[in-house]
């Protein structure tokens, strides 16, 4: 067999080491790129998913502290407007559209910290709390509604009750934004470590 010459072997080892280096070269970048293109991904579903639950904690903020102030004015329009015949804009209110908004903001807090543990138990405290401030707005303004005139229960005596049940609501709703917005800052999402 023929032997090749030193400067042949040396120009067969340059092309075979280039041939290699381009190869791996070429496949490592396509590896890194598609590692780094998932990672890009996740990281984008994750700051979504982020703005998402910032944006539920913000519209329960927003739309518990309009409901509790539509409760306070249908109160005050069932103790000095109402006759039990036409409720006023501020009863009608309260009753549909601030209450819609509540439930859907509360709604979508729940889905999107199922992983809070205590808030659960929280929104159930706030849902009874406005159900019994609740009851009371409703029974002042059926019996208006039926005779025309108060019982023995009237909005003024049964102010201070109505006044407390709205200040535990504040509360427990104060508790759940704090303890929501505590979550937030101890588990933000953080960016994928880079190995």
């Known amino acids: 067999m023929k032997?090749?010459?030193?400067?042949?072997?040396?120009?067969?080892?340059?092309?075979?080491?280039?041939?290699?280096?381009?190869?791996?070269?070429?496949?490592?970048?396509?590896?890194?790129?598609?590692?780094?293109?998932?990672?890009?991904?996740?990281?984008?579903?994750?700051?979504?998913?982020?703005?998402?639950?910032?944006?539920?904690?913000?519209?329960?903020?927003?739309?518990?502290?309009?409901?509790?102030?539509?409760?306070?004015?249908?109160?005050?329009?069932?103790?000095?407007?109402y006759k039990g015949l036409t409720k006023t804009s501020s009863m009608i209110r309260y009753e549909q559209e601030a209450y819609e908004d509540y439930q859907i903001a509360v709604e979508e807090l729940e889905r999107s910290f199922v992983d809070v543990p205590e808030l659960k138990g929280q929104i159930a405290n706030l849902n009874a709390f406005n159900d019994q401030r609740h009851q009371i707005y409703n029974k002042l303004k059926d019996e208006m509604k039926k005779n025309q005139k108060y019982g023995p229960e009237t909005p003024a005596t049964m102010r201070p009750m109505f006044d407390e049940l709205r200040d535990k609501f504040k509360q427990i709703r104060g508790a759940i934004i704090r303890d929501v917005g505590t979550h937030v800052l101890t588990h933000a999402s953080k960016a994928p470590d880079v190995k």
């Open 3 to 81: 032997q090749w010459s030193d400067e042949k072997t040396w120009w067969l080892d340059l092309l075979k080491f280039g041939i290699t280096f381009t190869l791996g070269a070429i496949i490592t970048i396509l590896v890194v790129n598609r590692f780094e293109e998932d990672r890009a991904k996740q990281w984008s579903l994750t700051l979504i998913d982020d703005q998402l639950r910032l944006t539920a904690l913000e519209d329960f903020r927003k739309n518990t502290f309009k409901y509790h102030e539509a409760a306070l004015d249908a109160y005050i329009d069932l103790r000095d407007h």
